[in-house]
């Protein structure tokens, strides 16, 4: 894959193909919550909600594959009581998420975000938008970004925890002016901070980067 193909494919599985072998278990599970938490529902039983909320805290604090065993299995009964095949989709996807391990995580985050997906209307736009998602916590590969430590004043670091613990990164663009006014000249992470398009979730590269998340 070509630097010009990686920015503008639209098939997330394809993206993920390239980034598999490096990532982490904590951004490929940050991924997956990213597509899950679009189709969550009322429709859908508060045990895919709950589920979906610890396979994101799982990704910080690594639990014990056992310890979602519970959850996820009260998402599969309640899954086979479900009526319409888009919330037994979405359903799944939790469930798939929930049992993903690091070495063996190719097929089963494929199967999140193509049944994430496929619970919609519109699969198409949803693979669009799933990879702009992990577009934004896997950066381009073609262009590695670090920070350098004189940019990480507590301005800087107030504001990415900020946005990482509310889920709210409307902020982006103010952390990029507190980098730029700490000496940062980086384009690509000035950039995708002030990008009025780029949807940024848990797991962005640039607040990663700033917090010292891999």
Not at 120 to 131: G, L
Not at 161 to 187: H, K, T, V
Request: hydrophobic share 45%.
């Amino acid at each position: 894959m070509t630097e010009k193909e990686w920015l503008a494919c639209d098939e997330p599985s394809q993206l993920w193909r390239s980034v598999r072998n490096a990532a982490t278990w904590r951004k490929a599970h940050l991924f997956c919550a990213a597509c899950l938490r679009r189709i969550l529902t009322p429709a859908l039983p508060e045990a895919v909600t709950e589920l979906v909320n610890l396979v994101e805290l799982s990704a910080d604090v690594k639990t014990d594959r056992y310890a979602l065993g519970e959850p996820r299995m009260r998402v599969l009964e309640a899954r086979e009581l479900l009526e319409g095949e888009s919330l037994r989709r979405a359903s799944m996807a939790a469930a798939m998420a929930a049992g993903i391990e690091l070495h063996a995580s190719s097929q089963s985050v494929n199967s999140v975000f193509h049944d994430a997906a496929n619970s919609t209307a519109a699969p198409t736009t949803e693979y669009a938008i799933q990879a702009e998602l992990l577009r934004d916590i896997f950066n381009n590969l073609f262009r590695p970004a670090a920070v350098d430590r004189s940019w990480l004043t507590s301005t800087v670091i107030v504001l990415a925890n900020q946005m990482y613990e509310s889920r709210d990164f409307s902020a982006m663009p103010i952390l990029a002016d507190a980098l730029q006014d700490a000496g940062c000249e980086n384009d690509d992470i000035l950039t995708h901070c002030r990008d009025e398009k780029q949807v940024h979730v848990r797991g962005c590269w640039v607040v990663d980067l700033v917090l010292g998340k891999l």
